[in-house]
């Protein structure tokens, strides 16, 4: 071990060159770390990997060098299209993953790029941190949290899996300054049990099934995201057997050409920016929306609708703006509303 609590990877045999088999090499690395509440820090290189477990208190470590087109700096490879993951965190407590690039090769099967998923919540946070990390061309989620307590996602780029960016069921956690983007999901996704999470500053981009999909979800912040492009609604929230969508704070986001229609066969209120069914306690207020097409003035002007709305209680759909907002309609009311609901002072106007 180094002066500074470091292992390297490369002193476990991991070769790094493309071609190797490294996955024990760095099992074994990683292993050792455990002993120790140590960081594996895995040097610029090339690493074809099958599946990876981590331990509690230890940390998976490089120097980011990546960007958005591609790959650099230490590169995990899938070897195993048979992989349900490639870095598997269930039931480790306080790991790091940071700095690094996931590569799924495209390879078929279900493989997620990290994946998380006990059977029950435990007795403890779990408070797994990802960081800088670039997790891209999964045949599953780029990264997938099942029963999650405490987490946080930053600063990374979660992009070209093939099922969601992100996909949460649990709650307390942390989305800051990621790119969500071109999945074949949706940028964020919760459809199980979700609550208590900070969307901030993310961009979130040309998700097939939607930019933030959330089923019976309680006590969010999103605020200040750029969502562009999505494959249905730039944000959804819905109800999940029988639980609605409460106490949500959506604010000041940027929601652009949601809708897109050459994807997918959208239901009749997917091709909108926003669609909330069944919330309660929703505050949607500061938001700006627009109708456009694909880059270069290529493909079909969405959506067709600003903001649908149905079943709600105790919210507000206020100072919003919709300047060419939608094709169609700007407000699409469903009704069945509760008490204390006020729609208002939502300026803005159809695309011609």
């Not at 790959?71 to 790091?96: E, Q, S, Y």
């Not at 912040?221 to 929230?237: A, F, K, P, Q, V």
């Not at 986001?253 to 920016?273: C, F, Q, T």
Request: some cysteine; overall charge negative; proline content about 3%.
């Amino acid at each position: 071990m180094s002066s500074n609590g470091t292992l390297n990877v490369r002193d476990f045999g991991a070769a790094g060159d493309g071609v190797a088999d490294d996955t024990a090499a760095i099992q074994k690395a990683i292993d050792a770390a455990a002993g120790s509440r140590a960081t594996v820090l895995l040097p610029a290189g090339s690493y074809r990997v099958a599946a990876l477990k981590l331990h509690s208190y230890t940390g998976l470590a490089a120097d980011p060098a990546w960007s958005y087109r591609d790959f650099g700096g230490a590169i995990l490879r899938l070897a195993d299209a048979d992989a349900a993951c490639m870095l598997n965190l269930t039931g480790a407590v306080g790991v790091t993953i940071n700095g690094l690039c996931l590569d799924g090769g495209r390879l078929p099967g279900k493989t997620h790029g990290v994946l998380f998923d006990k059977d029950d919540y435990g007795n403890e946070e779990d408070a797994p941190r990802i960081e800088r990390c670039r997790i891209s061309h999964f045949s599953g989620d780029g990264v997938r949290l099942g029963r999650i307590w405490c987490f946080s996602v930053r600063h990374c780029m979660l992009s070209h899996n093939a099922g969601s960016a992100l996909y949460v069921r649990g709650w307390d956690g942390f989305i800051l300054d990621n790119w969500l983007s071109g999945n074949g999901g949706a940028g964020y996704h919760a459809p199980e049990e979700n609550s208590s999470v900070t969307m901030t500053a993310n961009r979130i981009e040309w998700n097939r099934l939607g930019g933030i999909v959330i089923s019976g979800g309680s006590h969010y912040n999103i605020t200040g995201n750029y969502i562009d492009r999505s494959g249905g609604c730039g944000i959804r929230l819905g109800l999940r057997e029988g639980h609605p969508c409460q106490h949500l704070a959506i604010t000041g986001n940027v929601i652009y050409r949601s809708g897109k229609p050459d994807w997918r066969p959208l239901g009749e209120h997917e091709s909108a920016h926003a669609w909330f069914e069944a919330a309660r306690g929703l505050v949607f207020t500061g938001n700006a929306m627009h109708v456009a097409r694909d880059d270069r003035g290529q493909g079909e002007f969405s959506p067709r609708y600003g903001i649908v709305y149905g079943r709600l209680e105790n919210s507000i759909i206020k100072n919003n703006v919709l300047h060419e907002g939608a094709l169609e309609r700007l407000l699409v009311d469903l009704g069945g509303h509760g008490q204390n609901v006020t729609v208002a002072d939502n300026p803005g106007s159809l695309f011609n």
